[in-house]
């Protein structure tokens, strides 16, 4: 990961993250509310998400900065990001194009809903 950000310092200095610089980002679609995916990011992967309008997140099973959509086609525009209240996770709202999940389904939530009750 990057040691220098382009990250704003203002907001750098807000962020909260774990002990290898990374913090959860929630993508949203941005007219349905339907939560799509969840990635991680670092400052540079947010930096780069807000001055590009498209999502970047840091794969920590590659080790390398990936921007949603360079190689499966399904690009997430951004539309807005936010802070929650803690600042140790930013919500992502996007326009997905296609599928937001690596397995071909629109959201990576739709799979394997757990039992409820005792």
């Not at 949203?28 to 969840?38: F, I, Y």
């Not at 498209?54 to 399904?74: I, L, N």
């Amino acid at each position: 990961m990057s040691l220098q950000s382009s990250l704003d310092p203002d907001l750098a200095a807000r962020l909260k993250r774990d002990p290898n610089g990374l913090f959860p980002a929630i993508a949203q679609q941005h007219d349905t509310g339907e939560v799509l995916m969840l990635g991680w990011m670092d400052d540079e992967a947010l930096a780069r998400t807000l001055a590009s309008g498209r999502a970047t997140y840091w794969s920590r099973s590659r080790g390398e900065y990936w921007r949603k959509g360079d190689t499966s086609g399904h690009v997430q525009w951004v539309k807005s990001v936010a802070l929650d209240c803690d600042a140790d996770t930013v919500l992502v709202k996007v326009d997905q194009v296609g599928p937001a999940c690596h397995t071909g389904t629109r959201t990576c939530f739709d799979g394997d809903p757990l039992p409820l009750g005792g």
